[in-house]
């Protein structure tokens, strides 16, 4: 498996290089933004390379001490993208999936050409966004659709992702005002995944009852709120699956 | 001990429980505003004279919301001395709340009480107070939650109930009902809602259909097939039940409890109380009890807490003269016939919530005047009040005429 890795050229593009990408990949990356906000100097960045990738869960998240830091260090990344003046524009093709999409989630703007494929396969590796993306996903859909999105290891083609505005759409930098969903409809959303997910997993897919958690726990929060919870329970799913090796 | 006495207990009909319903138009505040004014008016009381009003409310969110019994209160142009509170034991509260208020009279730190209950479910619908037990996920899944129509469907099949007989028990609540209401045998209790105009809202429990048959109800749809297969909740219920192969759906619009609007008040005190008011105590509250019970199956309370009542009460079933064991589902009903060896001819003799519907506040408050209605008329001692609670509990109440 190629090592992945971030490089910056010219100030005005990110590379994605490689597929599979450990700890010091995103050290490396969060470097690279560091430089970029601290200067100053350029208006946008191009997000570009190769966007289908994945995580070493192994490397990152093998010590239960220190998944706290690798989790912050992750939403970090996506936050300060996601915040900064600077205007990132991630250019996708192609199968879009792992962490590559997370950070594509983050950019303000996502243009992707007619072969693209957002693949939201997460839960049935059991695993979720690790980056704070549910909380964005929530923000630039709802939380049906997420919850949809997410349970179901969704894989959105070019068409829907274009009709549901994720792709070719400036992101509102307003991203943070989210705001709360508890209504009648939010119960009801809840008693049918709840029962789905119950039904067909039988508590033995902790990825699932993670991503309701989270959706759940972070209906009535603010977002950076939302993120924290996000980053309790990736903790809590890690630390499940430390302990079954 | 103090002993409590019940002075008066008052209704409104039940209205259906939709936008086309006669009780629609009217705010669950004014239903329980003009319940609580009637109780004034008919005892003629001296509302500074009352220590607490108690209301049960299963929704008390939007209009039904912050303290719906304290702004009631208010509404009725009750003295400001007067306090309320409003309490949740779902479909129990109506008579949680009279326990309550007996509790209070009972300890000897109040004199004279109300309990009662209001639930517009045309207004506030099921559902809308949301609440973890059926939302969050790490509880759903730690309880094995399912709505109650899964849960009567489950009980259904574990006790092999067939359509036939959950259907044969309904039409024959239709038809107590409506000889009931023909040969008045609610006009103690019920008060008519006229609207700010004074004109006629309702004088009547407008859900009834009398021309209920086993035909007619044969060709209704089972209400909870669908939910019950398309999310999974049948197999919830199974992993919890794994002895019962599948969930027998018999339970549809015709044998469950109607959704309806309506509010109730009893009126309670001590001794004393009464005769400064000169009110005729027309029964005591003998003992309560409430109990926790599987919360899947979560139909199963009234035999549990009614067995727990007994033991507190030093008696048994065969001490009860009359027994309104609420109809959430025809199949609660049954359950608790078989489970405690009762005879159907003294349960539910007037009808229930299947054919007048459960306006869920309230209905434990309605029920307890129902039955006080009923010895009196029989001219009987002893009555027990049960209702099924969700989240797996039940509630039971014994009165004894004085
Ligand atoms: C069972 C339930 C889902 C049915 O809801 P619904 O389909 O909206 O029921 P409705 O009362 O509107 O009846 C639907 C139709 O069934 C038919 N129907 C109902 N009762 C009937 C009867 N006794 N005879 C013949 N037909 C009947 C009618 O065609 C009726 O339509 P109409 O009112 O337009 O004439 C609902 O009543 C319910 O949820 N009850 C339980 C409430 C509850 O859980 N309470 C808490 C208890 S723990």
């Known amino acids: ?157 070019f068409e829907e992702a274009n009709s549901l505005k994720i792709i070719n759409n400036e992101i509102s930098k307003n991203i943070d005002k989210k705001k709360p969903f508890w209504d009648q409809d939010f119960t009801n959303t809840f008693i049918y995944f709840n029962s789905k997910i119950h039904s067909t997993y039988k508590n033995k897919k902790p990825a699932y009852n993670a991503i309701l958690s989270i959706i759940f726990e972070s209906s009535i929060c603010e977002y950076n709120v939302g993120m924290s919870i996000e980053k309790r329970w990736a903790k809590w799913l890690i630390l499940k699956s430390l302990i079954k090796k | 001990m103090t002993e409590a006495y019940i002075y008066d207990a008052i209704r409104t009909p039940r209205g259906k429980g939709k936008n086309t319903g006669s009780l629609h138009q009217i705010t669950p505040i004014k239903l329980a505003s003009k319940t609580l004014k009637k109780l004034k008016e008919r005892n003629n009381l001296d509302t500074k004279l009352i220590d607490d009003v108690v209301l049960g409310c299963v929704h008390p969110v939007n209009e039904q919301g912050s303290d719906i019994a304290r702004v009631a209160v208010l509404d009725a142009d009750y003295d400001q001395s007067v306090p309320g509170t409003q309490i949740d034991r779902f479909c129990a509260s109506g008579l949680e709340a009279c326990n309550i208020a007996a509790a209070q009279v009972m300890s000897g730190q109040s004199d004279l009480t109300i309990g009662g209950g209001v639930e517009s479910m045309s207004r506030v619908p099921m559902g809308s107070a949301g609440g973890a037990w059926m939302t969050d996920p790490s509880v759903a899944f730690k309880t094995y939650f399912v709505p109650q129509g899964i849960s009567a469907d489950l009980l259904a099949s574990k006790y092999n109930y067939s359509r036939d007989d959950v259907d044969l028990y309904a039409v024959n609540s239709q038809k107590k009902a409506n000889e009931a209401w023909e040969k008045k045998y609610f006009k103690n209790s019920i008060i008519s809602i006229y609207d700010q105009n004074g004109d006629l809202m309702l004088n009547h429990d407008e ?196």
Do not use: W
Not at chain 2, 322 to 346: G, H, M, Q, T
Not at chain 2, 386 to 396: I, S
């Open chain 2, 207 to 402: 859900l009834i259909r009398k021309e209920t048959t086993m035909q007619s109800l044969a060709s209704l749809e089972p209400s909870f097939s669908k939910i019950g297969k398309h999310s999974g909740l049948d197999e919830i219920a199974l992993m919890k039940y794994p002895e019962n192969n599948n969930i027998n759906h018999v339970h549809h619009a015709g044998n469950s409890s109607g959704i309806v609007d309506g509010a109730a008040a009893v009126l309670i005190g001590n001794k004393e109380i009464g005769k400064k008011l000169n009110l005729k105590p027309r029964a005591k509250i003998k003992a309560f009890s409430s109990i926790g019970t599987e919360p899947t199956i979560m139909l199963t309370g009234p035999e549990h807490a009614s067995e727990k009542v007994f033991k507190r009460a030093k008696m048994n079933q065969k001490d009860i003269d009359l027994f309104e064991v609420n109809e959430a589902f025809a199949a609660v009903v049954l359950r608790y016939l078989e489970a405690l060896d009762i005879s159907e001819d003294k349960v539910n003799v007037n009808g229930g919530s299947i054919a007048m519907g459960h306006p869920l506040g309230a209905t434990g408050s309605m029920l307890l005047g129902t039955l006080l209605d009923e010895l009196e008329r029989r001219d009987l001692n002893t009555g027990l009040i049960t209702l099924c609670v969700g989240a797996g509990m039940g509630t039971a109440t014994i009165i004894e005429r004085v």
């Open chain 1, 1 to 157: 498996m190629v090592q992945g890795s971030f490089e910056l050229s010219n100030n005005s593009s990110i590379e994605i290089k490689g597929k599979s990408f450990d700890l010091n990949s995103f050290k490396g990356l969060n470097d690279i933004l560091q430089k970029l906000t601290h200067e100053n100097k350029t208006k946008n960045i191009s997000v570009i390379g190769n966007f289908n990738t994945e995580l070493q869960l192994n490397s990152i998240f093998s010590k239960a001490n220190e998944i706290d830091e690798a989790l912050s260090l992750l939403q970090h990344i996506t936050r300060t993208i996601e915040k900064s003046s600077i205007k990132f524009i991630s250019h996708v093709n192609g199968v879009v999936r792992g962490p590559a999409l997370e950070l594509v989630l983050s950019c303000n703007y996502i243009k992707a050409d007619i072969d693209t494929f957002l693949d939201f396969t997460y839960t049935s590796e059991g695993i979720i966004p690790f980056f704070g993306s549910i909380q964005r996903i929530i923000k630039m859909l709802d939380y049906k659709k997420t919850l949809q999105i997410l349970l179901t290891n969704e894989k959105l083609k």
